[in-house]
């Protein structure tokens, strides 16, 4: 590209001429970036399309400006914008130029290069400039694989990493919530989150189911097929509507390939392939041997339960909506503390708990979601799923998350807590 072709789009991207919409400042996520752009290292930004990565580089340009950065020392490009030709070899070397004789940065530039994995071989170029000291770097990308192999291989030991998810419940409530809400209020939130979840712009947006619609067509074609030039595009798009019909279930590889005519190992990749890009998850069962892991039905989860039931065209069951939003809080919590992981537990008899939670390998909780804890039958269920497993972790005390029921029960010696979901997912954001 051209100099003169440039030089618009690099302004429609930064503050040289002229504001740019900011957003819902996300305050965590907000000083998070903060605190990381003040060591020395390149800051990697992750997560799924449509999430905010953009708008927080936008804020932090702002916030810069506001405190006397001059403008001109921060160049930002989205590398998704269709104007650029992505597969010019010499694009970073002109983009660089170009702004280098245009603006003449009064100091070491801040560069925030947006959408990174639209570049090939991006990673050579940053590993130069950072090394040679030329300008501070910030990088987002929408491929947590990509992402992380080429940062493991050109910048290991010279980069930080942040994962920016879709809105938390908490973060919601502080937006949507007036001062001093109830418990009605809360809960109403959390069932309307359950229903179309938390992506921004789906949250301030009437349309919202034309919307998610939309960011899956860019899930499946631009971060999927076209990424990893995959042939059979609607063997992809299949699985990943039946994913999204069965978040919160089981699967193997082998009843994938049973249920949808589509090779196990085929569908192993393609799973690889959809979670690395932030769109669904499998939980593995709880072992300490890696190979019974390995070898165990994974459950699904899935980024955003608005997204999973426009991707379905059906309502997915309360209880497995819950379940879904425990899972994207531990995910947010997993993002942030490197020795947290989280498991599902079954035993022999498929008396099973849905999450297991572990800090450096040792299960630390057991966590049962039971959205219809005042039924009976699911009630008995539940809680001798839950016992059975604090015995076989040698855990003392077990939670239960219901939909709106409080308290303690001592069975044994066992304590069994009951808390609603949306006051547990409140005092436990981080």
């Not at 070491?108 to 090394?131: A, G, M, N, S, Y």
């Not at 419940?169 to 359950?194: H, V």
């Not at 309502?315 to 490197?338: C, I, P, R, Y």
Request: hydrophobic share 40%; glycine share 6%.
């Amino acid at each position: 590209m051209e100099s003169n072709q440039l030089l618009p789009i690099l302004d429609d991207w930064n503050l040289w001429k002229h504001p740019l919409p900011q957003g819902s400042v996300r305050s965590s996520y907000f000083q998070y970036l903060h605190k990381l752009t003040q060591t020395n290292q390149v800051v990697v930004i992750t997560g799924p399309r449509r999430a905010g990565k953009s708008y927080l580089m936008r804020q932090w340009m702002f916030q810069n400006a506001q405190t006397g950065v001059n403008p001109a020392q921060m160049l930002m490009i989205n590398f998704e914008d269709p104007r650029l030709e992505t597969e010019d070899p010499f694009l970073f070397e002109t983009i660089w130029n170009t702004y280098q004789s245009h603006l003449k940065p009064p100091a070491k530039p801040f560069l925030l290069l947006d959408e990174i994995q639209e570049i090939p071989q991006w990673e050579k170029w940053v590993r130069t400039f950072h090394e040679l000291n030329k300008a501070k770097i910030i990088l987002s990308g929408s491929n947590a694989k990509l992402l992380s192999g080429e940062l493991a291989t050109s910048l290991t030991g010279r980069h930080l990493t942040m994962t920016v998810l879709p809105f938390s419940f908490q973060e919601l409530a502080g937006i949507r919530l007036g001062d001093n809400p109830k418990s009605f209020d809360y809960l109403n939130l959390l069932r309307e989150m359950m229903e179309f979840g938390g992506f921004p712009e789906v949250v301030f947006s009437e349309a919202k189911r034309e919307i998610l619609l939309d960011y899956f067509d860019d899930f499946i074609h631009r971060d999927l097929i076209r990424r990893y030039k995959i042939r059979k595009g609607e063997d992809l798009r299949k699985m990943a509507v039946f994913y999204a019909t069965h978040c919160g279930s089981q699967i193997t590889f082998n009843s994938i390939e049973k249920f949808l005519s589509i090779n196990a190992n085929t569908a192993e990749r393609f799973s690889g392939y959809l979670e690395d890009a932030f769109l669904f998850f499998l939980v593995q069962r709880f072992s300490h041997k890696l190979k019974e892991r390995n070898k165990s039905p994974r459950k699904i989860y899935c980024i955003d339960m608005g997204l999973a039931g426009a991707i379905s065209g059906r309502k997915v069951g309360d209880g497995h909506l819950a379940e879904n939003m425990v899972f994207l809080h531990l995910l947010g919590q997993k993002t942030k503390d490197s020795l947290l992981d989280f498991f599902y537990w079954k035993n022999e008899k498929h008396q099973e708990v849905d999450f297991v939670l572990t800090q450096s390998g040792n299960p630390t909780q057991a966590i049962q979601v039971c959205w219809d804890s005042l039924r009976l039958e699911t009630r008995k269920r539940e809680v001798t799923s839950l016992i059975l497993c604090l015995e076989a972790l040698k855990l003392n005390e077990g939670l239960i998350l219901t939909q709106e029921e409080e308290g303690g029960e001592k069975i044994g010696k066992h304590v069994i807590h009951f808390t609603p979901l949306w006051k547990w997912l409140l005092k436990n954001e981080r």
